[in-house]
């Protein structure tokens, strides 16, 4: 119980905190473009739009500042981010709730399977040592090491322009009607398959290492001498015992890094220019897009901060001596 | 951008229980060139940080040597790489090697800053969080993880997009102010772990002023994480510069291996199939990468013994056919059967204490739980060979009296 | 203190089948080209029934004799040479004992657990902290009787669980829900489950307070009493062997240095390491005399004097010791020969040089 207060303390924090920050980021930045765009598009936004563009960026200067941090949490609660200067007449709501569904397709699978898969060949390779899986560690280390982004260019240089197995870019082949239909499904397969591949491989070599490094604790550990003098085969003494132990502290590390994973990704989408937050975020700044850039930062962070909810509940699931307290 | 050295953090989540922290060995105050000198030994670390001084000579030195003025542009307009331009050159005719010789400078100025700004950051947070605890502790901690939750890139970019000269000190400080909070985790689990080993209480006991146990007894046996948690956030800033670059979020003006990139994206390297242009720039970041990352697996297996090789080569023990398992213990038999003369073990003296109903397929001579030796009566012939390998008389002289009662 | 005798009145030290025979084993660690030699040549059987108890210092090698006979010695232990024989396993035809070291990784896995069970030393952490005690009750079961349904192997993780005497309702609980001893006697429950012919016990009682010492060993005699397998008893704790077992080996630097009934080595100790052994501890009765430990320090096994181990420490040292390697043996009294019964001893006193004082030839 102590255990669930304290991470819910952290969390709401956490969320008031990233909340607070985007508040004050505009207010550091250079008003101008927004009071320009309102301006120059004067009968064409609504008059509760350009209240809200005013709270976003504190530009009614007759309101305290406090008034208008108050003015911000209402504007959020009730789902309203702005207008994007970008894509008049569309809010920025309305760009992120179709860019959103895109990132957390491909990063969340990505991330997802790289980590399961990351993890299971670290047992492998943490459990019988000095084998010939220990090759596989310089490779994928290799591969870590190299920036996402050129991985991806790589990637896209040798499958889509060599040889062209790949598309080189977008979600979709771009012309198809998005809808349940095989072929947008078929498609969307194939222009994320790339991509995914990408993550995948840039950032498996930590799962790897990670579960490696704590498979080989956890080996030396008495309670795995005991399940094999059980007499236990050794499927369920590497998983059931090794395994099963060791991957506690990667699951509490992989919520951690989501942060850092999220950011290696925006910028994955954008060499592929995969229509996802990032991409758009990228092309948010470009265009000085205050409002979308503000909503989009918003974003990301609470869905970072929800992945990170969902890895500690599986932490807790996983670990009964947090289920407890003392 | 998964430089971040995920192997290190074992720390649990702050739930009050006991963190995960490694267990570092205590430094013995006598001997750290010894212990400097094992670290060094480990072939990877020495790789690493050969390659590392390879790219610190690079950056020292890039800028006098490099042919041409990477900003120089020439009428070659993007060459392969030929015998006047080693990599190729640009769309505007400028030299790729020059580039990525002056880029060295660059990207390695503000990693290492960056990584010292950082880690600074991190110990000054992490070990006051763990050393204070209370109130402070959790007021730390929140703090550490906070800026752990909050995604780094779009938060740099967005600070960064709003300083348009950002040159190298101003991303290398930005960088340093948004990855401490990695560090300070693991130094904050590794300080709760000694502040509660016995030799911070006996100090404490002595009645040793907190800041010296800080200073000379905990910081330390903190070396280690230190230098593994520096390394990793060097690597970490490294990548994400090359990226600012790459972005076009970081000033174009100053030459990077991110910059060479952007360029190349910009004008479509890669559908005019200028591989050149990009491939190299990549390797460099991905080499220095590796080079960082091997230098931190040395400081790994330092840290954690266990991980370390267990004193013979792979191939060397795949020759004697042991495999080293849990729970399966590695049995060989080697030596020479000998039948040698003079130090050939003789007999325990004859055992009347043979155990009564000891059964007598297995006796003979072999006297069952009383005898240490070969036999040489009754029973198999041949003294085994495990026992005359055994041998004590490695000072020469007899190990058997020969007794015959 | 007195020798009350919680084993079977009369039981006979040395009667019954041999059950578990190791011969002239020999351990190492180390797989580099100069291991630590760890065993010697170490020889010792094991009767139906009885309880063995093997003492010595920290270091001398009592745990690694026993896992080093039960392959579970972790690396990088290496066993050099030597057998390890085990009779009526479960992998055996007929009367004919197998080789622990010999088998292959399946015969090994299916007669461990059934033959030769182990309470590891430490119960803290030989329990698997995510699984629940029942749990890991049953899969031992269930990895050997596999026609067994998931009905019975609970009902029989509860018996195993009462017989220690813990509730049955602890079946669904996680081991840090435990404390100390309830762990301890947790393993102990595992490690009869499949009622094994072996038991072998390494430090059972070292991390527990005197209480729960007496009522773990009184009910591991108890157990014994009921169900018949024989024990290995480990510890550096002379004085809580002398109580429990039948027989007990003393060790020291990688070997055995005399063997014999509990009453033998308690009051007629043969060996100057017994000897200084004994009176490392107080007695509770009869007169106070001066509390002697043994001088000098444990032996280093990368670097054992030449001769006789013991030889550092020992009050009795002759220049014979340094260059003859004394051999486990029949003692000098008793019967020229033949010594006395069921007892042996490593030491030259008894090889006939040199004058055997008069605390050893009590």
Redesign the interface.
């Known amino acids: 119980m102590k255990y669930f207060l304290r991470r819910i303390v952290f969390y709401v924090i956490t969320a008031w905190a990233a909340i607070t920050i985007n508040f004050f980021i505009p207010r550091m930045m250079d008003g101008d473009p927004v009071s320009s765009f309102i301006n120059k598009n004067q009968g064409r936004i609504s008059s509760e739009a350009r209240e809200s563009l005013y709270v976003l960026f504190g530009l009614d200067s007759g309101a305290s500042l406090w008034e208008q941090y108050v003015d911000y949490w209402k504007m959020l609660f009730s789902g309203d981010l702005g207008l994007s200067i970008m894509l008049f007449p569309s809010t920025v709501s309305e760009v992120i709730a179709q860019a959103l569904p895109w990132t957390i397709g491909l990063v969340g699978i990505a991330t997802v399977i790289s980590f399961l898969l990351g993890s299971f060949l670290g047992v492998v390779i943490g459990w019988r040592r000095g084998s010939w899986a220990d090759g596989l560690l310089p490779i994928t280390t290799f591969f870590s090491s190299v920036p996402y982004f050129w991985l991806g260019l790589v990637a896209i240089m040798l499958f889509s322009v060599t040889w062209s197995i790949f598309p080189s870019s977008g979600a979709y082949q771009p012309g198809l009607v998005p809808g349940w239909s095989w072929e947008f499904i078929g498609s969307v397969i194939q222009h994320g398959t790339l991509p995914a591949i990408t993550i995948v491989l840039s950032s498996v070599a930590g799962w790897i290492l990670g579960m490696r490094n704590m498979t080989v604790t956890v080996t030396?550990?008495?309670?795995v001498?005991?399940?094999?003098?059980?007499?236990?085969?050794e499927r369920?003494v590497m998983f059931?015992?090794a395994a099963?132990?060791a991957i506690?502290p990667q699951v509490s590390g992989f919520a951690l890094s989501l942060g850092f994973i999220v950011s290696g990704t925006l910028v994955m989408e954008k060499v592929f220019s995969y229509q996802g937050v990032g991409f758009t975020l990228l092309q948010a700044i470009g265009a000085h897009d205050y409002p979308l850039m503000q909503g989009i930062f918003l974003m990301i962070t609470l869905s970072v901060l929800v992945a990170n909810i969902l890895a500690d509940l599986a932490y807790v699931v996983?670990?009964?001596?947090t289920r407890?307290e003392g | 951008m998964t430089g971040i050295p995920v192997q290190m953090d074992h720390a649990q989540l702050d739930n009050g229980a006991e963190p995960l922290a490694p267990e570092v060995p205590k430094r013995r105050k006598g001997s750290p060139k010894k212990q400097k000198l094992l670290f060094l030994r480990n072939g990877k670390s020495f790789t690493g940080l050969a390659i590392l001084g390879f790219f610190a000579i690079l950056a020292v030195i890039g800028p006098w040597i490099a042919p041409y003025d990477p900003s120089a542009m020439s009428s070659d307009i993007l060459q392969p790489p030929s015998g006047a331009h080693w990599l190729g050159t640009t769309h505007v005719g400028q030299d790729v090697f020059s580039q990525i010789l002056v880029g060295t400078r660059g990207v390695m100025i503000v990693g290492f800053i960056a990584g010292i700004g950082a880690t600074l950051l991190s110990i000054l947070v992490g070990v006051s969080a763990g050393f204070l605890g209370g109130v402070s502790d959790e007021l730390l901690s929140s703090l550490s993880n906070i800026f752990l939750v909050i995604p780094a890139l779009p938060l740099i970019i967005i600070v960064a997009g709003q300083l348009p000269d950002a040159g190298g000190l101003t991303v290398a400080l930005i960088l340093a102010a948004t990855s401490w909070a990695w560090g300070a985790r693991i130094l904050r689990a590794q300080t709760l772990s000694l502040r509660r080993r016995d030799f911070v209480e006996a100090a404490r006991a002595n009645g040793e002023s907190t800041w010296r146990i800080v200073w000379f007894e905990t910081l330390p046996n903190l070396t280690a994480i230190m230098a593994s948690s520096f390394v990793g956030t060097v690597t970490f800033a490294i990548l994400m510069q090359t990226t600012l670059a790459f972005i076009g979020v970081t000033s174009i003006s100053d030459w990077n291996w991110g910059t060479i990139l952007f360029w190349a994206e910009q004008q479509q390297a890669l559908s005019r199939g200028a591989w050149w242009w990009f491939v190299p720039a990549g390797l460099c970041i991905a080499m220095l990468g590796m080079a960082l990352t091997l230098i931190n697996f040395g400081i790994d297996e330092f840290v954690n013994p266990r991980l370390r090789s267990?004193?013979?080569s792979p191939r060397?023990?795949r020759k004697?056919r042991?495999s080293?398992?849990?729970?399966?213990?590695?049995?060989?038999?080697?030596?020479a059967p000998a039948s040698s003369g003079g130090s050939a073990t003789t007999t325990?003296?004859p055992?009347?204490?043979t155990?009564?109903?000891?059964?007598p397929a297995?006796t003979g001579a072999?006297?069952?739980?009383?005898?240490?030796?070969?036999t040489t009566t009754g029973g198999p012939g041949t003294p085994?060979?495990?026992?005359s390998?055994?041998d004590?008389?490695n000072?020469g002289?007899?190990?058997?009296?020969e007794?015959v009662? | 203190m007195t020798v009350t005798d919680l084993s079977p009145a009369g039981a006979p030290t040395?009667?019954?089948?041999?059950v578990l025979?190791i011969?002239?084993l020999?351990v190492a660690y180390?797989?580099?080209p100069e291991p630590v030699?760890a065993l010697?040549?170490?020889?010792?059987?094991l009767?139906e029934g009885e309880v063995l108890g093997i003492a010595g210092e920290s270091g001398c090698g009592k745990s690694t004799l026993v896992?080093?006979a039960?392959?579970?010695?972790?690396?990088?232990?290496?066993?050099?040479?030597?057998e390890v024989?085990f009779h009526g396993g479960t992998g055996a035809t007929g009367d004919e004992?197998v080789d622990i070291?010999?088998m292959s990784?399946k015969e090994?896995?299916?007669?461990?657990?059934?033959d030769t069970?182990?309470v590891?030393q430490?119960a803290m952490?030989?329990?698997?902290?995510?699984?629940r005690v029942g749990k890991q009750l049953t899969?031992?079961i269930a990895?050997?009787r596999p026609g067994m349904s998931r009905f019975d192997r609970n009902e029989r993780a509860g018996e195993l669980l009462s017989m220690v005497g813990i509730a049955k309702d602890r079946i669904s609980a996680?081991p840090?829900?435990l404390s100390g001893g309830m762990r301890q006697r947790v393993m102990i429950a595992?490690a009869l489950a499949l009622e094994p012919k072996v038991l072998i016990m390494d430090e059972p009682t070292t991390a527990l307070d005197v209480v729960m010492q007496r009522q773990i060993v009184e009910q591991i005699i108890e157990l014994r009493d009921r169900l018949g397998f024989s024990v290995v008893f480990i510890t550096h704790d002379v004085s809580l062997l002398i109580e429990v077992a039948d027989r007990i080996a003393i060790m020291y630097a990688g070997?055995?240095v005399e063997?014999a009934s509990a009453s033998d080595v308690y009051r007629r100790p043969r060996h100057p390491y017994t000897h200084g052994l004994l009176n490392s501890f107080p007695p509770l009765h009869g007169p106070k005399r001066p509390l002697v430990g043994i001088p000098g320090s444990p032996p280093d096994l990368q670097a054992?004097p030449?001769?006789c181990p013991f030889r550092p420490r020992c009050a009795h040292v002759m220049d014979a010791c340094?260059?003859?390697?004394?051999?486990?043996?029949?003692t000098s009294l008793g019967?020229?020969?033949?010594?006395?019964?069921?007892?042996?001893v490593?030491c030259?006193l008894h090889?006939g040089q040199g004058e055997l004082p008069a605390e050893l030839r009590v």
């Not at chain 1, 996983?318 to 001596?321: A, F, H, V």
């Not at chain 3, 010697?40 to 059987?45: A, D, M």
């Not at chain 3, 019967?335 to 042996?344: A, D, F, H, I, N």
């Open positions: 030396s550990e008495d309670y001498t005991v399940a094999q003098a059980k007499g236990l085969s369920r059931g015992y099963r132990n506690l996983l670990d009964p001596r407890q | 267990t004193g013979a060397a023990l004697r042991i080293p398992r849990i729970g399966f213990t590695a049995v060989v038999r080697e030596g325990s003296r055992d009347g204490a155990r009564p109903g000891a059964s297995s072999t006297s069952s739980g009383t005898g240490t030796s070969a085994r060979p495990g026992t390998h055994d004590r008389d000072d002289t007899t190990t058997r009296k007794s009662r | 040395g009667t019954g089948k041999p025979e011969r002239d020999h180390g797989y580099g030699r010697r040549g170490v020889n010792l059987t009767h896992y080093a039960t392959r579970l010695l972790p690396p990088p232990g290496l066993i050099t040479g030597g024989l004992p070291l010999r990784d090994l896995r299916r007669s461990r657990w059934q069970a182990i590891f430490g952490n030989s329990l698997n902290p995510v699984y899969d031992a990895a050997h996680y840090h829900q595992m070997e055995i063997q054992l030449s001769g340094a260059e003859v390697h004394p051999a486990l043996g029949p019967l020229p020969g033949v010594g006395e019964p069921g007892r042996s490593a030259l090889e």
